[in-house]
């Protein structure tokens, strides 16, 4: 079975910009959370979706959105990105909601802003 | 919030000997508690997660105990190998509050042959 699959592996963005970063879960699973992993930060809990709907989020400004469609896909979005916003963007896929069920990690999105 | 301090942040061992770390949390309610191991450009992949109804909990080399009075659980591997080199993350949650996990700040484990 494939694993979380997570697109770019890479990008570079300037000041200012957008970005939207792809999530395809685990065949099955249902739910997505998106985590933020900085080194001076650690590991974030950004949001989390089931059944295309948010059910969780975490302390993040407003600049950062999600969504999730109807096929489990989910995207992030980041507007008017700031320097403090490089980071490896995570996405975790479960086959239920909450953290009970097992998430598993894609590989991650490597952000930089310039 | 929860919070969830994790010691030390970096440990070096021989292979075969044993290595040990440590997490707090702040959140009483808090009965989850997994730990991850996030290899060089991978994800962080579970390894063992413990539920607050347990103290102990092993498969195969690893363990994790929990001390909920003192709010503390630790993570341990026996017979270190050079495999087991990796950043390790203790996280915590709270299923029946806000859900989300909350990471410790992870521990650079390195195994010297």
């Known amino acids: 079975k494939a694993g979380v699959t997570q697109t770019p592996r890479y990008l570079i963005k300037t000041r200012g910009q957008q970005v939207t970063l792809s999530c395809s879960p685990i065949s099955g699973h249902r739910s997505v959370s998106w985590y933020q992993q900085t080194p001076g930060q650690g590991l974030q809990f950004l949001f989390e979706y089931f059944s295309e709907t948010q059910r969780n989020k975490g302390n993040f400004p407003g600049r950062f959105s999600g969504r999730q469609f109807s096929n489990s896909r989910s995207e992030m979005n980041v507007s008017t990105l700031e320097l403090g916003d490089s980071a490896l963007y995570l996405c975790?896929?479960?086959?239920?909601?909450?953290?009970?069920?097992?998430?598993?990690f894609g590989p991650g999105t490597r952000l930089t802003v310039l | 919030g929860e919070n969830v301090e994790q010691h030390p942040s970096t440990l070096s061992v021989q292979e075969g000997d044993s290595a040990v770390i440590k997490c707090t949390y702040s959140?009483?309610?808090?009965?989850?508690f997994p730990w991850y191991k996030q290899e060089l450009g991978k994800g962080p992949q579970l390894i063992i997660d413990i539920r607050s109804n347990v103290g102990e909990k092993k498969d195969q080399r690893i363990a994790v105990t929990l001390n909920k009075t003192a709010k503390h659980f630790s993570l341990h591997i026996t017979e270190t190998q050079p495999e087991d080199s990796a950043v390790y993350f203790c996280?915590?949650?709270?299923?029946?509050?806000?859900?989300?996990?909350?990471f410790g700040t992870g521990t650079r484990l390195t195994i010297i042959p």
């Open positions: 996280a915590a949650s709270n299923p029946f509050g806000n859900e989300k996990l909350t």
């Open positions: 959140d009483s309610a808090s009965n989850y």
């Open positions: 975790a896929s479960s086959l239920g909601p909450g953290t009970y069920n097992e998430q598993f």
